[in-house]
């Protein structure tokens, strides 16, 4: 979708006849080895593929994107007085909200390796809108002092890149990302000649493809709209999904030989799920994720959960902080300032594993009754900010500390003791 060039002047156009042909056949797609188109529309028809870009958009999409600020004793708060924090948080733009907003830029992503978006600033230089673009409406241009340019075709208009917000995915080149359906046109292009194979089959009949053949004595039809008859009624009978495994009844002493393989020995199936376990390793998703759960099992399923979080969509999060990072705050703001997505929903074991874990936290003294309540979206209790220490670890000549014991508590204490 992008072309990466020397950008010469303000002037230089692409509204002639020739970039013209090549934008349309670009978005038209190309033809992979099996001999069928590939594009965004027809890889999206796969749903292997179209399950891959949507959980990946939606997994973005959901989780809470935060600006924090940094405060002096190494702690962080969310920055919620920062004129940002309400555009990427809440509503980056009039139109959208900002599920929608996360869920079309890594969609865009997923298809094209590119996101797009107009910065609306306002006089001090703070963020007001993020405007996506099409990625068919703009072409990338390299600059002579090394920087990238954006050309927006419909307005003919070039911008630079403090005015623009780019994500790039796996880049080649530092400008662009490159679309993953165009650099795996021939995997995907072999998926979608399976899914119409199958079809095909459906369509055309499962197990009668054949000829039909007379004895050799009998004597010829030699009438050919007999023939024609004859053929279109047999295949009007036994041809097409309701009429599989149909029974024929030939007379005259006809046979019908099977000519087609059926779809156990074609090994259809395997191939359309081998085709969807390749889509999967293009977007590094476990394919239980877009319910392929032949091999997952309830013992690892939350293992394989916790693995597409850190090797398939934190790659994508890391993308998408960096770019607002560079492009979103103002250079003298990112010491103090900084954006990250939450991702610690996704990353909580079952029940039965949380509380484990809190226990050992809370009794080793490293988290609090409120700790634990916070991350489980409960509210604070009276006296839940008090951390806990246990005795063998604690100072011997502060033993009244680790036992929140007052001074007369600490006499009883050691009158006891005394006696014992």
């Given amino acids: ?33 099996a001999g069928t188109l590939v594009n965004k529309d027809t890889a999206l028809a ?17 989780l809470p994107c935060e600006l924090y600020r940094r405060t002096a004793d190494g702690g962080r708060e969310r920055a919620t007085d920062h004129p940002l924090y309400d555009v ?46 099409s990625n068919t409406k703009v072409r990338v241009l390299k600059g002579n002092d090394g920087m990238p340019y954006y050309h927006l075709l419909d307005q003919n208009d070039i911008l630079p890149a403090r005015m623009v917000h780019h994500i790039k995915g796996f880049s080649l080149d530092g400008f662009v990302g490159v679309s993953p359906i165009d650099t795996n046109a ?69 046979s019908y030989k099977q000519l087609a393989m059926d779809n156990e020995k074609a ?30 099992t309830f013992n690892n399923v939350e293992h394989m959960g916790l693995q597409y979080v850190t090797y398939a969509l934190l790659p994508w999060l890391k993308r998408h902080e960096s770019a607002m990072m560079r492009d979103l705050l103002l250079p003298s703001e990112r010491g103090e300032y900084y954006i990250e997505f939450n991702v610690s929903g996704l990353l909580r074991g079952d029940q039965k594993s949380r509380y484990e874990a809190y226990a050992i936290g809370r009794n080793w003294g490293w988290l609090s009754a409120d700790d634990v309540r916070r991350m489980e979206n409960m509210p604070p209790i009276p006296g ?37």
């Avoid at 749903?47 to 959901?62: D, H, K, M, P």
């Avoid at 306002?122 to 963020?127: E, L, M, P, R, T």
């Avoid at 199936?269 to 997952?296: F, G, N």
Wanted: with cysteine; charged share 20%.
């Fill in 1 to 33: 979708m992008f072309i990466s060039n020397f950008f010469q002047s303000r002037g230089a156009s692409s509204n002639n006849p020739g970039t013209e042909w090549g934008n349309w056949a670009s978005s038209m797609g190309s033809s992979s080895s």
């Fill in 46 to 62: 796969l749903a292997a593929l179209r399950g891959c870009v949507t959980l990946l958009a939606e997994s973005v999409a959901q």
């Fill in 88 to 133: 990427i948080h809440s509503q980056p733009n009039r139109k959208d909200t900002a599920f929608e907003y996360y869920e079309q830029s890594q969609g865009a992503l997923g298809l094209d390796g590119n996101h797009i978006a107009l910065i609306d600033r306002d006089g001090a230089g703070y963020v007001r809108e993020l405007i996506p673009v």
């Fill in 186 to 254: 021939d995997a995907i292009g072999l998926a979608i000649a399976t899914e119409q194979h199958a079809s095909a089959v459906f369509s055309r009949g499962t197990t009668m493809s054949g000829v039909i053949e007379r004895p050799r004595e009998a004597s010829p039809i030699t009438d050919q709209t007999k023939v024609d008859r004859l053929l279109s009624k047999f295949a009007e009978r036994h041809s097409g999904v309701r009429n599989m495994f149909s029974i024929a009844l030939l007379q005259e002493g006809m």
């Fill in 267 to 296: 090994q259809l199936l395997e191939s359309r799920k081998h085709s969807a376990v390749t889509v999967c390793q293009l977007y590094k998703v476990s394919p239980h994720m877009i319910q392929m759960m032949d091999k997952a």
């Fill in 384 to 420: 839940g900010n008090r951390y806990l220490t246990p005795l063998n670890m604690a100072d011997p000549g502060n033993t009244a500390q680790a036992l929140n014991a007052s001074p007369s508590q600490m006499k009883d204490i050691e009158d006891i003791l005394c006696r014992a």
